[in-house]
T-cell receptor
């Protein structure tokens, strides 16, 4: 398996633009997680899905952020409109089951909002 | 509200053992303790996890205090490839709470 795949790897956009980050989890994994990493706040969980259903989105910073998982092999994290403070590395992770099961992380998308 | 506390940085000589400490005084009875590490420009990767008993795997050992309020990740022989940020994480339900991590420098 290729592991968790994220695209794009780098994204530079201007304030106010819509940004869409994409993730393909490991096949057969039932859980998918979106994290954000910044120097100030470290690694934070934004939202996670179980069997394509959002379970907990309490980490989503505000209504400008939305995430979807239309099928078991694809998820998106959208920011509209983007702001400079959204600049961060966004990671997607997947796991076979929930709980204490190992999470496999993708390489991340480095987002810069000018 | 930090759930885990780790030193910001540590150094180790190559091929020496490394003990990375973590305090988690607010741990609950069902919380697992995980360790992940993050190499530069990569996503975090799993190292080891445990609940109450000490654990060993090919990468490391995890020593958990009897009261579970602290734990120590042990790398038996540090190599240059072990230079990374090591995160001590409490796992509550389906959520992982990452701390600030310890940046490990391995000196050749």
């Amino acid at each position: 398996d290729a592991g968790v795949i994220q695209s794009p790897r780098h994204e530079v956009t201007e304030m106010g633009q819509e940004v869409t980050l994409r993730c393909k989890p490991i096949s057969g994994h039932d859980y998918l997680f979106w994290y954000r990493q910044t120097m100030m706040r470290g690694l934070e969980l934004l939202i996670y899905f179980n069997n394509n259903v959002p379970i907990d989105d309490s980490g989503m910073p505000e209504d400008r952020f939305s995430a979807k998982m239309p099928n078991a092999s694809f998820s998106t994290l959208k920011i509209q409109p983007s702001e400079p403070r959204d600049s961060a590395v966004y990671f997607c992770a997947s796991s076979l089951w929930g709980g204490a099961t190992e999470q496999f992380f993708g390489p991340g998308t480095r987002l810069t909002v000018l | 509200d930090a759930k885990t506390t780790q030193p910001n940085s540590m150094e180790s000589n190559e091929e020496e053992p490394v003990h990375l400490p973590c305090n988690h005084s607010t741990i609950s009875g069902t919380d697992y303790i995980h360790w992940y590490r993050q190499l530069p420009s990569q996503g975090p990767e799993y190292v080891i996890h445990g609940l109450t008993s000490n654990v060993n795997n090919r990468m490391a050992s995890l020593a958990i205090a009897e009261d579970r309020k602290s734990s120590t990740l042990i790398l038996h022989r540090a190599t240059l490839r072990d230079a990374a940020v090591y995160y001590c994480i409490l796992n509550t339900g389906n959520q992982f709470y990452f701390g600030t991590g310890t940046s490990l420098t391995v000196i050749p």
